[in-house]
């Protein structure tokens, strides 16, 4: 049999919701199979349906377990969920991947629930590659709900950014630095933040750290979780961010962190630089370039995953982010950019593909490499040079 008519039978049966031939568009796609992309092609007209979730966070925050039990809402809100959880450790990673199915064994039984792992094989720090093409053939299988679970690592969080919908960024209390959230870079990301473990100490001050650094991205607009509650100030209190250009409303934020009395001058300082670059970052996506629109403010909240406490507001916050971004346009406007993006990403491989392989052939490619490394040539005239002989013939 040809791949084409493997990857037609296969599809007929994934349409019929066999979990077992899931399975194995799975594994064909992480094995690179010929077949992959024939049952791509084929599930694509399905895919674009599934409310896709990332959760990131530090190892050992309470991912799994509360994935786990997210999983477990939105089955009682009667949807069915597919889990993706990227290990990004290594691909002998047997052990974090019984782990998981251990912490996860309340709803493996669950029909309704698919859960696996993805090694991210030779991708240091990042998402596996096949993250997204997984991510397409649970969408086209008809799961409602699809989370994708990775360790952040400043990699993998720009990606699962590009992946998912919603993004929620997990934390837990007493990293011992309160501006943790700065340095570990996650602000811009976020679009629902969780502070798990709050059984533990220092919670609702790693809450309200993330709250002020949130204040200050949000340029003191009112957002449709929460509306500023800091009064206007009068007169410009001495801010070390004095000097950097602050998003409006910043000001009052940072006063209110400086007010927490633990942070250096230069904390502050730097947290104003970045807070203005997140804003920036954060504003098309949350709707804060322009006073007036709609826009989207992170809430901050608490959960105690292990017990199941909070859960139910975390995704009450999740469905209303994805009503946000139905109701502004933006799940529209994310389908366009995504596949404008998709059409270059693949042009761009297979035209650099196909280049490369003629002037393979040709033996000019092992030439010019020589020529390069040698210094006989720099490296700009010898891609023209390529380009110009085999590109496109
Ligand atoms: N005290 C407390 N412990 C928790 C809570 N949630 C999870 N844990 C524990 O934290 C440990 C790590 O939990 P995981 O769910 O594996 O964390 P993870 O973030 O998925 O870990 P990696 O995938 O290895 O990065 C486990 O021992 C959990 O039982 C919580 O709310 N409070
Ligand atoms: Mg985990």
Redesign the pocket.
Known sequence: MKPEDRAAELFARLRSGDRRALARAITWIENGAEEATALLRLVYPLTGRAHVVGIT?P????????VDRLASEQRARGRTVAIVAVDPTSPFSGG?IL??RI?MQRTLTDPGVFMRSLAARGHLGGLSPATGEVVSVLDAFGFDVILV?T?GTGQSEVEIMALAHTTCV?VVPGLGDEIQAIKAGILEIGDVFVC?????DGADRTVNEIEMMLDLGHMGQPGINRWPAEPAEGGGAQSPAAGAALPPGADAALRRLDRTGHHSAADLARAAGYMTRAAVHAAERHGTANPGDISWRPPVLK?????GQGVEAVVDRLDEHLTFLRETGRWEARREKDAALRLQELVGQRAARATLDRARAAGDLELLVRQVAERRLDPYTAADEILRNHWGR
């Not at 798990?196 to 533990?200: C, E, I, L, S, V």
């Not at 959960?303 to 017990?307: E, F, P, Q, R």
């Open positions: 966070g190892p050992g925050a309470g991912k799994s377990t509360l974090a782990g998981d912490r679970e360790v997990v798990n473990k709050a059984d533990r959960t105690v995953a292990k017990d």
